[in-house]
C-alpha cells in the first residue's frame, strides 16, 4: 500500500522547497509531491505541524560490527541512528578486522541487509589495516559498495600516502576523508591543551595537532586538485584553511560534530564521556565552528557515533578510550544549539544533515518524484529528555544523558518503510 | 565548627574557612607529636585502607602512622603486588578493598582525576593522597601549617615555587591554597614546564625563567622534585637544569633574609637544591615532615572519626 | 523541647567562697602542695584551675603550675555524638612525670569525661598521684570515679542539667539547675 506523508512542512534545501505538501511514497521511491494530493487508497502519516525533510545523512560514525560487537552492532547502532532521524550513515573501517577488502566491505553490506534499519555505507581503508603502509583495495571495495575512504581513527599516515590516495580514489570517483591529528603532537593527551588541561592535570592535545594535519592535507589537495573531506573539523585554525582551500576552488570539504558545536573543554572533568578525540576545543573554537556551519565553510553535521561499552568507560580518565555515541541526540542538538538560537536557519541545518553530506559523498538527497523514499519527519517544538538507559545503542556514553531538548525526530522513512516513530 | 566534608580530594573546591579550620584542628595534633606516649584510642576499631596504586614511601608511612597513632587499623594495597598488574580495573580492585569494609580510603594513583572517580562511586570517605599530575592535598595543608607556624602568618605572601610546575602535583595544590590567602605567586623553571596556563590557577600568579628574578623579594620558597621516575617532556640534562635553577645560597640571597625553603620530599641534593640550603637555618624540610603527621591525623579524625555523616542525632541529648 | 531554670544553686559569691575553701583543702591535704600541679579540663576547668592557684598563692604564697586539658580524643562517645565535636589544644608545660595532680572540673556527673582526662594524662607521662575537684557532684555515676575535693553536692534528676556559667566564659558567673520538659 502506498504511503502518503499529509499536511508536512516540506524543508528541502536541495529543491529550494519550503511549503505545506504531501508526500506520496510507493515502494521505495517518492511517487509524487504536492498540496492535497488524492490518493484511493493510503496508509497516511499526518505530519501536521512536523517538518518533512529529505532523509538525514551521517558521513561519520561507527557501528563496531565486526569485532566489537559488545559495543555496538549494525542492528542496534543502526536502530539508533534511525531514533535520531538518519536515514543512511556511513561507516568507519576501524573495526576488527579493518574494513580493508572486499570481503569485509560485501560482509557488512550484508549484515544491514539482514538486520539494519537504516542504509549502511561503508568507508574503506585507506591503507592496509589502516596501518599507513601499502593502499587498500580501493577499486575492489567500491564495487563492493564502499562510498568513501579514510583511515579513521589514524590520519592517513603522511603526506606522500596521502597523495597517492586521493590521486588513486579521485580517478574511481571516491572522497578521501582525513582524521587530521599530527600524532607527534598529540601524544600522551587526553584532552584539550588549555586552561582547563592545566587545573585538571590531564596532559593536553594542543588544537594544533589538528591543524597542523589539515594543513598538509590542503596543500595535498592543492598538489593533487582531488577531493578531500576533513572529518569532525573542531578548530578555527583548521576551518579557516578549509577556507583558504574553497576559496581556491578547491574540492575541500569538511564535517563538524554536534559535541563540538554545543560543548567546550570547560565542560571537562573527570567523566570520560567527555572524552573523544578531537577532544572538545575552547570557547573560540567553537563560536567559530558555529560561524562556519552558518557561512557555509562547513558542509555537514556528522555524529561520530562512537560507542564503547560501559566496561571500557567506567575506567581513570587517562585509561578511557575516545569518543561518545550520537545519533540520538544528534539533531535536537542542532535544533538546541543552533536554530532555537538564532544562529542559523532551520533551512540551514537541514541542509547540513541532507544535501550537505550528500554533496560530500557526491551524491542528491531532495524530495521529489521518482527520487528514493527516505524521509526524516522532525518537530522543532516537541519537549523530550535524552535517557542514556533508554537508548537503543548497546553502550551509553554520552555527556548528554538527562538532557531536556526542545525538539527531535518524529519519524524515519527508510526506502518507502517507517523504520521509526516516536 | 565545620560541616564535615565527605571527602578531601583537592585544594582548589575548599574555602578559605575550611582550610583554616584543619590547620587549626592540626594544632593540637601537632602537640600530640611530642607526646612520650604517642597512641591514642579515638579511632579504635575504625580501618584506614591505604590504596597506593603508585610507589610512594614518606607519604605511606605519614598516612599509616596518622592512622596508628589514632588508634586505627590500616590495611595496605600493595601497588607492585596487587591484581592491577593482572588487569584488573581500578574500579573492582577498588570495590574488592571496600567489601573489607574499612572505614576510609587514603589513595594515591598515578591518574589525575583517579580519587575523584572512586569517590563517586563508593560510600566511604576518599582521601587524595596525590592524584597523577592533578593535586596533592595534605602536602597544601602541611606545607602551610609550616608557612603559618615559621613566618606567623598565610596571608599575602610572596611564594616562589621552582621546578616542573606543569606536572606538579605538589605546586598545583598550593598554589590553589596561598591564592586564597591573596599570595603573590612566582613559577620559575624551564619555560617548557612553566606553560602561560599555570597563571589562570591563582588570582595572582605570575611566571618568570629567570631563577633572580623570580626570587627576589620572596617570603617563602618552594622546591619541587626533579622526578626522574616520571619523564619531563622533554627531557633535560641534570646539569642544564642545575645551571639554571638549582636553589643555590647565592641565589637564595635574593630573597628575603628569613625567607622559608620547602621542599615536598624526597629531595635530591646537588640537583633541585645545593646541600648548604637544603640543611641551612630556612629550610623547614623536616618540620614539613612532622607537620604532615598532624596534618593527616587532622584530616582521618574529620572523616573517619565520630558518627557516619548520616547518622541520627541520638535522642538521649 | 524547652529547657527552664528551675533554681540558682550558687551564686557569684558563694561560687567564690566555695573554690577559696577547696584551695584551702588542696593544700591542707598535699603536705603544703610543692609537687601540686593543677590540671584544667576544657572547657569550665579551665578557669576554674586558674582560680585555685591564685588562691594558693594568695594565701600560701605557693606558685602551683596549670595545665589545661582538652579531651576529645579520649572520649568514649565519639561514634555516636554528633555533630563531631573539634579537637583543641591540650596545654600541659610541665612533666607530668611524679606529679601530684589535682583534675579540675565544673561538674562531675557520670565520671566519662574524667576516665577521658585520665587517660589522656597518662599519654603524658606517669603521675605519682591524680585526684579529682569539682565545683558541683550531681551524681548519677556510670563509672567507680569520685571527687577529693567537692564544692557541693546535690541532688538531680535525670531530666535536669546543672549549669556552671563562669564569667571568663558565659558573661555571668552562677551556677544553675536548668530541666528539661517536653
Given at each position: 500500500m502506498p504511503l502518503l506523508v499529509r499536511?508536512?512542512?516540506?524543508?528541502?534545501?536541495?529543491?529550494?522547497?519550503?511549503?505545506?505538501?504531501?508526500?506520496?511514497?510507493?515502494?521505495?521511491?517518492?511517487?509524487?509531491?504536492?498540496?492535497?494530493?488524492?490518493?484511493?487508497?493510503?496508509?497516511?502519516?499526518?505530519a501536521s505541524g512536523l517538518i518533512v525533510a529529505p532523509g538525514f545523512v551521517d558521513l561519520h560514525c561507527h557501528l563496531r560490527e565486526p569485532g566489537q560487537e559488545l559495543s555496538e552492532t549494525i542492528e542496534t547502532g543502526t536502530r539508533a541512528a534511525a531514533r535520531g532521524g538518519f536515514t543512511a550513515v556511513c561507516c568507519m573501517p576501524n573495526t576488527q578486522p579493518v574494513n580493508d577488502n572486499a570481503s569485509v566491505t560485501r560482509s557488512i553490506i550484508e549484515r544491514a541487509a539482514a538486520s539494519a534499519s537504516v542504509r549502511v555505507w561503508p568507508v574503506g581503508a585507506a591503507s592496509i589495516g589502516s596501518k599507513g603502509g601499502a593502499l587498500a583495495e580501493i577499486s575492489a571495495m567500491k564495487a563492493a559498495g564502499?562510498?568513501?575512504?579514510?583511515?579513521?581513527?589514524?590520519?592517513?599516515?603522511?603526506?606522500?600516502?596521502?597523495?597517492?590516495?586521493?590521486?588513486?580514489?579521485?580517478?574511481?570517483?571516491?572522497?578521501?576523508?582525513?582524521?587530521?591529528?599530527?600524532?607527534?603532537?598529540?601524544?600522551?593527551?587526553?584532552?584539550?591543551?588549555?586552561?582547563?588541561?592545566?587545573?585538571?592535570?590531564?596532559?593536553?592535545?594542543?588544537?594544533?595537532?589538528?591543524?597542523?594535519?589539515?594543513?598538509?592535507?590542503?596543500?595535498?589537495?592543492?598538489?593533487?586538485?582531488?577531493?578531500?573531506?576533513?572529518?569532525?573539523?573542531?578548530?578555527?585554525?583548521?576551518?579557516?584553511?578549509?577556507?583558504?582551500?574553497?576559496?581556491?576552488?578547491?574540492?575541500?570539504?569538511?564535517?563538524?560534530?554536534?559535541?563540538?558545536?554545543?560543548?567546550?573543554?570547560?565542560?571537562?572533568?573527570?567523566?570520560?564521556?567527555?572524552?573523544?578525540?578531537?577532544?572538545?576545543?575552547?570557547?573560540?573554537?567553537?563560536?567559530?565552528?558555529?560561524?562556519?556551519?552558518a557561512d557555509a565553510s562547513v558542509d555537514a553535521i556528522a555524529t561520530d557515533h562512537a560507542p564503547h561499552h560501559p566496561a571500557s568507560k567506567d575506567v581513570e580518565f587517562d585509561r578511557a578510550p575516545f569518543g561518545i555515541t550520537g545519533f540520538e541526540t544528534?539533531?535536537?542538538?542542532?535544533?538546541?544549539?543552533?536554530?532555537?538560537?538564532?544562529?542559523?536557519?532551520?533551512?540551514?541545518?537541514?541542509?547540513?544533515?541532507?544535501?550537505?553530506?550528500?554533496?560530500?559523498?557526491?551524491?542528491?538527497?531532495?524530495?521529489?518524484?521518482?527520487?528514493?523514499?527516505?524521509?526524516?519527519?522532525?518537530?522543532?517544538?516537541?519537549?523530550?529528555?535524552?535517557?542514556?538507559?533508554?537508548?537503543?545503542?548497546?553502550?551509553?556514553?554520552?555527556?548528554?544523558?538527562?538532557?531536556?531538548?526542545?525538539?527531535?525526530?518524529?519519524?524515519?522513512i527508510v526506502r518507502g518503510r517507517i523504520v521509526f516513530r516516536r | 565548627m565545620l560541616e564535615r566534608l565527605p571527602h578531601l580530594l583537592g585544594i582548589e573546591s575548599l574555602s578559605r574557612e575550611q582550610i583554616e579550620f584543619f590547620l587549626d584542628q592540626a594544632k593540637p595534633f601537632q602537640e600530640f607529636q611530642l607526646y612520650p606516649l604517642k597512641k591514642l584510642a579515638t579511632l579504635r576499631g575504625k580501618t584506614v585502607a591505604l590504596a597506593f596504586f603508585e610507589p610512594s614511601t614518606r607519604t605511606r608511612i605519614s598516612f599509616t602512622t596518622a592512622a596508628s597513632r589514632l588508634g586505627a587499623d590500616t590495611m595496605a594495597l600493595q601497588a607492585e603486588a596487587s591484581s592491577l598488574k593482572k588487569g584488573e580495573s581500578l574500579m573492582d580492585t577498588v570495590r574488592t578493598l571496600e567489601a573489607m569494609k574499612p572505614d576510609a580510603i587514603v589513595m594515591r594513583h598515578s591518574s589525575s582525576g583517579a580519587p575523584h572517580f572512586v569517590a563517586e562511586r563508593l560510600e566511604i570517605p576518599v582521601l587524595n593522597a596525590g592524584d597523577g599530575t592533578h593535586e596533592?592535598?595534605?602536602?597544601?595543608?602541611?606545607?602551610?601549617?609550616?608557612?603559618?607556624?615559621?613566618?606567623?602568618?598565610?596571608?599575602?605572601?610572596?611564594?616562589?615555587?621552582?621546578?616542573?610546575?606543569?606536572?606538579?602535583?605538589?605546586?598545583?595544590?598550593?598554589?590553589h591554597l596561598l591564592g586564597k590567602f591573596g599570595a603573590r605567586i612566582t613559577l620559575c623553571g624551564p619555560s617548557m614546564w612553566v606553560p602561560r596556563e599555570v597563571e589562570g590557577?591563582?588570582?595572582?600568579?605570575?611566571?618568570?625563567?629567570?631563577?633572580?628574578?623570580?626570587?627576589?623579594?620572596?617570603?617563602?620558597?618552594?622546591?619541587?622534585?626533579?622526578?626522574?621516575?616520571?619523564?619531563?617532556?622533554?627531557?633535560?640534562?641534570?646539569d642544564e637544569y642545575i645551571a639554571g635553577y638549582q636553589l643555590t645560597p647565592e641565589r637564595l640571597r635574593r630573597a628575603k633574609p628569613d625567607a622559608l625553603v620547602m621542599h615536598p620530599g624526597p629531595m635530591i641534593r646537588g640537583l633541585e637544591i645545593d646541600p648548604a640550603v637544603a640543611d641551612g637555618p630556612q629550610s623547614c624540610v623536616l618540620e614539613q615532615v612532622t607537620n604532615g603527621l598532624a596534618v593527616r591525623m587532622a584530616l582521618l579524625y574529620h572523616l573517619v572519626g565520630g558518627p557516619p555523616a548520616d547518622a541520627p542525632h541520638p535522642a538521649k541529648d | 523541647?524547652?529547657?527552664?531554670?528551675?533554681?540558682?544553686?550558687?551564686?557569684?559569691?558563694?561560687?567564690?567562697?566555695?573554690?577559696?575553701?577547696?584551695?584551702?583543702?588542696?593544700?591542707?591535704?598535699?603536705?603544703?602542695?610543692?609537687?601540686?600541679?593543677?590540671?584544667?579540663?576544657?572547657?569550665?576547668?579551665?578557669?576554674?584551675?586558674?582560680?585555685?592557684?591564685?588562691a594558693i598563692k594568695g594565701f600560701a604564697q605557693i606558685d602551683v603550675p596549670v595545665g589545661t586539658l582538652d579531651i576529645t580524643l579520649y572520649r568514649d562517645d565519639l561514634s555516636t555524638i554528633g555533630p563531631q565535636p573539634v579537637v583543641q589544644s591540650t596545654n600541659i608545660d610541665f612533666a607530668v612525670d611524679n606529679r601530684d595532680l589535682v583534675i579540675v572540673d565544673d561538674v562531675l556527673y557520670t565520671g566519662?569525661?574524667?576516665?577521658?582526662?585520665?587517660?589522656?594524662?597518662?599519654?603524658?607521662?606517669?603521675?605519682?598521684?591524680?585526684?579529682?575537684?569539682?565545683?558541683?557532684?550531681?551524681?548519677?555515676?556510670?563509672?567507680?570515679?569520685?571527687?577529693?575535693?567537692?564544692?557541693?553536692?546535690?541532688?538531680?534528676?535525670?531530666?535536669?542539667?546543672?549549669e556552671v556559667r563562669l564569667t571568663e566564659i558565659d558573661g555571668e558567673e552562677r551556677v544553675m539547675l536548668v530541666d528539661r520538659v517536653s
Amino acid at each position: 500500500m502506498p504511503l502518503l506523508v499529509r499536511n508536512g512542512r516540506v524543508l528541502d534545501p536541495a529543491g529550494k522547497t519550503d511549503a505545506l505538501l504531501d508526500v506520496l511514497i510507493e515502494g521505495d521511491r517518492i511517487l509524487r509531491v504536492g498540496a492535497d494530493l488524492r490518493v484511493n487508497s493510503a496508509e497516511v502519516f499526518d505530519a501536521s505541524g512536523l517538518i518533512v525533510a529529505p532523509g538525514f545523512v551521517d558521513l561519520h560514525c561507527h557501528l563496531r560490527e565486526p569485532g566489537q560487537e559488545l559495543s555496538e552492532t549494525i542492528e542496534t547502532g543502526t536502530r539508533a541512528a534511525a531514533r535520531g532521524g538518519f536515514t543512511a550513515v556511513c561507516c568507519m573501517p576501524n573495526t576488527q578486522p579493518v574494513n580493508d577488502n572486499a570481503s569485509v566491505t560485501r560482509s557488512i553490506i550484508e549484515r544491514a541487509a539482514a538486520s539494519a534499519s537504516v542504509r549502511v555505507w561503508p568507508v574503506g581503508a585507506a591503507s592496509i589495516g589502516s596501518k599507513g603502509g601499502a593502499l587498500a583495495e580501493i577499486s575492489a571495495m567500491k564495487a563492493a559498495g564502499a562510498v568513501a575512504v579514510s583511515d579513521d581513527g589514524k590520519p592517513i599516515a603522511t603526506a606522500r600516502l596521502m597523495r597517492q590516495v586521493m590521486e588513486y580514489c579521485d580517478s574511481l570517483g571516491l572522497p578521501v576523508i582525513d582524521h587530521c591529528e599530527e600524532l607527534s603532537l598529540s601524544a600522551g593527551g587526553v584532552m584539550r591543551e588549555g586552561p582547563q588541561s592545566v587545573r585538571l592535570g590531564l596532559e593536553g592535545i594542543p588544537a594544533q595537532s589538528e591543524s597542523v594535519c589539515v594543513a598538509r592535507d590542503v596543500e595535498t589537495a592543492l598538489l593533487t586538485g582531488a577531493r578531500l573531506h576533513i572529518a569532525h573539523l573542531s578548530t578555527l585554525r583548521s576551518l579557516e584553511y578549509v577556507r583558504w582551500a574553497k576559496q581556491r576552488g578547491l574540492r575541500v570539504t569538511c564535517e563538524v560534530t554536534p559535541h563540538h558545536f554545543t560543548l567546550t573543554d570547560q565542560d571537562v572533568g573527570y567523566d570520560t564521556n567527555y572524552k573523544m578525540n578531537p577532544p572538545l576545543a575552547s570557547r573560540d573554537d567553537r563560536h567559530a565552528l558555529i560561524q562556519g556551519l552558518a557561512d557555509a565553510s562547513v558542509d555537514a553535521i556528522a555524529t561520530d557515533h562512537a560507542p564503547h561499552h560501559p566496561a571500557s568507560k567506567d575506567v581513570e580518565f587517562d585509561r578511557a578510550p575516545f569518543g561518545i555515541t550520537g545519533f540520538e541526540t544528534a539533531l535536537s542538538l542542532g535544533l538546541s544549539e543552533l536554530v532555537h538560537t538564532g544562529k542559523i536557519p532551520l533551512m540551514r541545518l537541514v541542509e547540513l544533515f541532507t544535501a550537505g553530506p550528500a554533496r560530500v559523498l557526491g551524491i542528491e538527497r531532495k524530495i521529489a518524484a521518482g527520487q528514493p523514499a527516505d524521509l526524516t519527519v522532525f518537530s522543532t517544538t516537541h519537549e523530550w529528555t535524552f535517557r542514556a538507559a533508554q537508548s537503543a545503542s548497546k553502550s551509553r556514553n554520552t555527556p548528554f544523558d538527562g538532557r531536556s531538548f526542545r525538539g527531535a525526530p518524529m519519524a524515519t522513512i527508510v526506502r518507502g518503510r517507517i523504520v521509526f516513530r516516536r | 565548627m565545620l560541616e564535615r566534608l565527605p571527602h578531601l580530594l583537592g585544594i582548589e573546591s575548599l574555602s578559605r574557612e575550611q582550610i583554616e579550620f584543619f590547620l587549626d584542628q592540626a594544632k593540637p595534633f601537632q602537640e600530640f607529636q611530642l607526646y612520650p606516649l604517642k597512641k591514642l584510642a579515638t579511632l579504635r576499631g575504625k580501618t584506614v585502607a591505604l590504596a597506593f596504586f603508585e610507589p610512594s614511601t614518606r607519604t605511606r608511612i605519614s598516612f599509616t602512622t596518622a592512622a596508628s597513632r589514632l588508634g586505627a587499623d590500616t590495611m595496605a594495597l600493595q601497588a607492585e603486588a596487587s591484581s592491577l598488574k593482572k588487569g584488573e580495573s581500578l574500579m573492582d580492585t577498588v570495590r574488592t578493598l571496600e567489601a573489607m569494609k574499612p572505614d576510609a580510603i587514603v589513595m594515591r594513583h598515578s591518574s589525575s582525576g583517579a580519587p575523584h572517580f572512586v569517590a563517586e562511586r563508593l560510600e566511604i570517605p576518599v582521601l587524595n593522597a596525590g592524584d597523577g599530575t592533578h593535586e596533592h592535598p595534605t602536602q597544601a595543608l602541611l606545607d602551610a601549617l609550616t608557612i603559618r607556624d615559621r613566618a606567623g602568618r598565610l596571608e599575602s605572601l610572596n611564594v616562589t615555587i621552582l621546578g616542573d610546575i606543569l606536572h606538579s602535583r605538589v605546586a598545583r595544590s598550593n598554589i590553589h591554597l596561598l591564592g586564597k590567602f591573596g599570595a603573590r605567586i612566582t613559577l620559575c623553571g624551564p619555560s617548557m614546564w612553566v606553560p602561560r596556563e599555570v597563571e589562570g590557577l591563582a588570582p595572582q600568579v605570575r611566571r618568570t625563567f629567570s631563577v633572580d628574578r623570580a626570587l627576589e623579594g620572596a617570603d617563602v620558597v618552594m622546591t619541587l622534585r626533579v622526578q626522574t621516575e616520571r619523564i619531563h617532556e622533554p627531557a633535560l640534562a641534570p646539569d642544564e637544569y642545575i645551571a639554571g635553577y638549582q636553589l643555590t645560597p647565592e641565589r637564595l640571597r635574593r630573597a628575603k633574609p628569613d625567607a622559608l625553603v620547602m621542599h615536598p620530599g624526597p629531595m635530591i641534593r646537588g640537583l633541585e637544591i645545593d646541600p648548604a640550603v637544603a640543611d641551612g637555618p630556612q629550610s623547614c624540610v623536616l618540620e614539613q615532615v612532622t607537620n604532615g603527621l598532624a596534618v593527616r591525623m587532622a584530616l582521618l579524625y574529620h572523616l573517619v572519626g565520630g558518627p557516619p555523616a548520616d547518622a541520627p542525632h541520638p535522642a538521649k541529648d | 523541647m524547652r529547657v527552664v531554670e528551675k533554681r540558682q544553686l550558687l551564686s557569684a559569691e558563694e561560687i567564690s567562697r566555695t573554690l577559696n575553701r577547696l584551695a584551702h583543702e588542696i593544700v591542707e591535704k598535699s603536705g603544703g602542695a610543692h609537687h601540686v600541679a593543677l590540671i584544667g579540663v576544657r572547657r569550665r576547668g579551665v578557669p576554674l584551675s586558674q582560680r585555685l592557684a591564685v588562691a594558693i598563692k594568695g594565701f600560701a604564697q605557693i606558685d602551683v603550675p596549670v595545665g589545661t586539658l582538652d579531651i576529645t580524643l579520649y572520649r568514649d562517645d565519639l561514634s555516636t555524638i554528633g555533630p563531631q565535636p573539634v579537637v583543641q589544644s591540650t596545654n600541659i608545660d610541665f612533666a607530668v612525670d611524679n606529679r601530684d595532680l589535682v583534675i579540675v572540673d565544673d561538674v562531675l556527673y557520670t565520671g566519662r569525661t574524667i576516665r577521658a582526662a585520665m587517660n589522656g594524662l597518662f599519654d603524658l607521662g606517669r603521675p605519682k598521684r591524680v585526684r579529682l575537684l569539682v565545683l558541683v557532684d550531681r551524681g548519677h555515676r556510670e563509672l567507680p570515679i569520685e571527687a577529693t575535693f567537692i564544692g557541693q553536692t546535690i541532688q538531680t534528676s535525670d531530666t535536669e542539667i546543672v549549669e556552671v556559667r563562669l564569667t571568663e566564659i558565659d558573661g555571668e558567673e552562677r551556677v544553675m539547675l536548668v530541666d528539661r520538659v517536653s
